[in-house]
């Protein structure tokens, strides 16, 4: 009997267990973002925090200068910082998340050669916080249509998906 499910993803595999997901990561892709990321979202954050910090004295320097191109464009970049920084608030890279804890799965579908598949879990997690964790996987370059679907089929043969 086999208790443990597992697919592709973008940095790695998602098991299914029976009690839990669990994430994993492998290669050169997921050592890169177990660099970065590690477990928190947080080291994304500093570091968009920093290119705000910069880009806003580049701004002032634009401004003094009275080129006001310069002084719009930075500024429309920071306003975009800033919303994916407000976005992020709710977002986990946690590995592992408890089957008890998931609210909802949600299966984004690919545009080819644009977007990579993925599913969104909206999970609670031990703090008591809601979540929402993404679980990319593989892109139209490396079979990504062929293991969506078969992520998407263990999904619901786990009833994870309805």
């Known amino acids: 009997m086999e208790t443990e499910k597992v697919f592709k993803t973008k940095t790695g595999y998602c098991h299914l267990l029976p009690d839990k997901i669990v994430l ?11 660099t ?7 080291q994304s954050v500093v570091i968009y925090v920093a290119l705000i910090g ?14 006001f191109f310069g002084v719009g464009f930075y500024a429309v970049i920071i306003v975009f910082l ?11 890279v946690t590995p592992v998340i408890e089957r008890s804890s998931i609210r909802q799965i949600v ?8 977007t ?40 619901r043969s786990e009833q994870l998906i309805p």
Not at 36 to 42: A, K
Not at 131 to 143: A, E, Q, V
């Open 116 to 155: 990579r598949a993925c599913f969104e879990v909206y999970f609670t997690d031990e703090k008591g916080r809601n979540k929402k964790r993404f679980i990319f996987l593989p892109g139209s370059l490396t079979n990504g249509e062929a293991i969506s679907n078969e992520a998407l089929e263990l999904m």
């Open 54 to 67: 910069m880009l806003s004295w580049l701004m002032v320097k634009d401004y003094q200068k009275a080129y």
């Open 24 to 34: 994993t990561r492998d290669g050169v892709i997921g050592n890169l973002a177990s």
């Open 107 to 114: 299966y984004k579908k690919a545009i080819p050669f644009l």
């Open 36 to 42: 970065i990321h590690g477990n928190h979202i947080y």
């Open 82 to 92: 800033l919303y994916f920084i407000i976005r992020a608030i709710g977002y986990s």
